[in-house]
Every structure is written in structure tokens, then in C-alpha cells.
């Protein structure tokens, strides 16, 4: 994925850019699936909530202006799902619940799993991070950090295998440490 930060993708997608589109749809995809699980759906449920969802900021992209003072964005994705999942709910025909009674059901499934919510959004934040970085730094200072961070090998064995010193290696991991938590802070916003 290409490096983005969390503005420009919205701006991608407000002028209609089919590749801001997808990478859209992509990385918050799994978010909807997350809570459509949460609120019991079952698996054609859950992909018919993801559509709404996305048919939602599709329908708004012209007119649609995300206004960072007004809250973060993972709480306006969350209302958009708990609103169409609402919607969805109330075509149901089961006769569990009648339809006045869905917005409470629904907050009722919804709060239950706002931890699992608030987990996978700290996830879904650092691998979009993770990605960006790749992106934004050199690829050796992503080698060196990713084997020194991620794979856990020494700093020596890290400089050993890419044949630099072992002051190299742990500047280049502070250099990209330093970067991916500027990525985080844009990513979770």
C-alpha cells in the first residue's frame, strides 16, 4: 500500500479515486466485519454491513468534509456501523425484536465488544503504520529495524547480516521508531 496518511486517503476517496477507493475498502473492511460480529450478524449480514457502510461514505463522498474538531475518525466510522447496522436489523423478519426496539439492542451488542473494537483499532493503526513506514523510510534502515524489532534478532546478528555496524543498526532503528510513531499519530487521529 502506498504511504497515506489518514487525510489524504479521505481526500482520495472524496474525489472519487478508484485506487483511494480500494485501499479504503481494504483497510476498513476487517473494522466492519469486527463489529457486524459483534452484534451476532451472521456472515451474509456482516458482508451486507460493509456494503452499507462503504454505499454510506460513497452516497456523501461530494459533500462529505471529516472535521477533525468535531471527533476522531474511528468514532464517525463507528457511528456509521451502528447506524446501518440498525438499518439492517430492522429488515430483519424474525421476530426477535421489534424495530423500535433495534437502536437498544444494538448499543446493548455494541458495548460488549468496544474493547475488542478499541484492540483492533491499536492493530489495525500499527500495521497500517507498519506499512506506511516501509514506505517512508530507506530500505535498509526498514531491514535493520524490522529484523532488530520485529524478528528479534540481535543487533549484531542484524549487522552482520547486512554488513553494517552495530551502532548502525540501532541508529537506524531509532530513526524508524521515531518516524513510525509520527505515522501512528496521523493514522490515529
Known sequence: MAFTTRSSLLSA??????TGWEQFYQMYK?????????LRLNQTEKEELVQLVMLSFFGTSETFRYDKSKGRFRDYLKRIIRNKACDLMRKRHDGEISAENVPQLVDELLAGGEERWEQEWRDHVLKQALEDLRCAVSPLVYQAFSMLSLENMSGKEVAAALGI?????????HAALKKLKELIAQADE
Do not use: S
Request: charged letters at 25%.
Open 13 to 18: 476517496v472524496l474525489r472519487g479515486d478508484e
Open 165 to 173: 555496524t552495530a551502532n548502525a543498526v540501532y541508529v537506524y532503528k
Open 30 to 38: 476487517p473494522l466492519i466485519l469486527l463489529r457486524g460480529g459483534d
